[in-house]
């Protein structure tokens, strides 16, 4: 009986260390991230309940609620949490996140409220990689391809050369490119 509750004491502290380890070799962590935090959805909707003012824990429910495709609920959750917490408010990924769930609620289109979530991101971070990327796609949408290209030749420097993300944003960018010109990749082929 000694040797069970021995070994399972061993047990017990090696992962509290192995835990301690990943938590503290990892200082660039996203502090509105869950991690490894065992939290669902119905406890984080408890937790905003009893703690309105909680905005880290309305991002993470707009996250779980945006995982699980529950768009118009995420977007609250994201809009309760910027309003509840000036961390969040200055994370221009969070602003991100909520254009996106937002978009997705309006049938994947963002254009409107979305579109002016992306510019709030943009304006915190004028090359944060997601803004960029979204601006670039909100413009595309619109029709604007010329933006579109702008935003996308920001960001194509901050992708490593030689990835398939690279490629399909370089791709992208002169599809754009040629959409603003007026010419289709046909006319480029024949000229």
């Given at each position: 009986?000694?040797?069970?509750?021995?070994?399972?004491?061993?047990?017990?502290?090696?992962?509290?260390?192995?835990?301690?380890?990943?938590?503290?070799?990892?200082?660039?962590?996203?502090?509105?991230?869950?991690?490894?935090?065992?939290?669902?959805?119905?406890?984080?909707?408890?937790?905003?309940?009893?703690?309105?003012?909680?905005?880290?824990?309305?991002?993470?429910?707009?996250?779980?609620?945006?995982?699980?495709?529950?768009?118009?609920?995420?977007?609250?959750?994201?809009?309760?949490?910027?309003?509840?917490?000036?961390?969040?408010?200055?994370?221009?990924?969070?602003?991100?996140?909520?254009?996106?769930?937002?978009?997705?609620?309006?049938?994947?289109?963002?254009?409107?409220?979305?579109?002016?979530?992306?510019?709030?991101?943009?304006?915190?971070?004028?090359?944060?990689?997601?803004?960029?990327?979204?601006?670039?796609?909100?413009?595309?949408?619109?029709?604007?391809?010329?933006?579109?290209?702008?935003?996308?030749?920001?960001?194509?420097?901050?992708?490593?050369?030689?990835?398939?993300?690279?490629?399909?944003?370089?791709?992208?960018?002169?599809?754009?490119?040629?959409?603003?010109?007026?010419?289709?990749?046909?006319?480029?082929r024949a000229g």
């Amino acid at each position: 009986m000694k040797t069970a509750y021995l070994v399972s004491g061993v047990a017990i502290v090696g992962v509290a260390m192995a835990a301690a380890i990943l938590v503290f070799a990892v200082p660039d962590a996203d502090p509105l991230d869950a991690g490894t935090l065992p939290v669902t959805r119905d406890a984080l909707k408890a937790h905003v309940e009893r703690a309105p003012r909680d905005g880290r824990a309305w991002v993470l429910l707009a996250r779980a609620e945006l995982e699980a495709d529950r768009f118009r609920e995420a977007a609250d959750a994201y809009e309760r949490g910027l309003a509840s917490s000036r961390k969040a408010a200055l994370d221009p990924g969070v602003w991100c996140e909520y254009a996106d769930a937002l978009g997705m609620a309006q049938g994947g289109r963002l254009e409107g409220r979305p579109r002016e979530l992306i510019e709030r991101a943009l304006a915190l971070n004028a090359v944060h990689p997601r803004a960029l990327e979204m601006a670039g796609s909100a413009a595309y949408e619109r029709g604007d391809f010329a933006v579109a290209a702008r935003y996308w030749k920001q960001l194509l420097p901050q992708l490593a050369a030689g990835t398939p993300a690279h490629g399909e944003l370089a791709a992208a960018v002169a599809r754009a490119e040629r959409k603003a010109a007026g010419r289709s990749p046909l006319t480029d082929r024949a000229g």
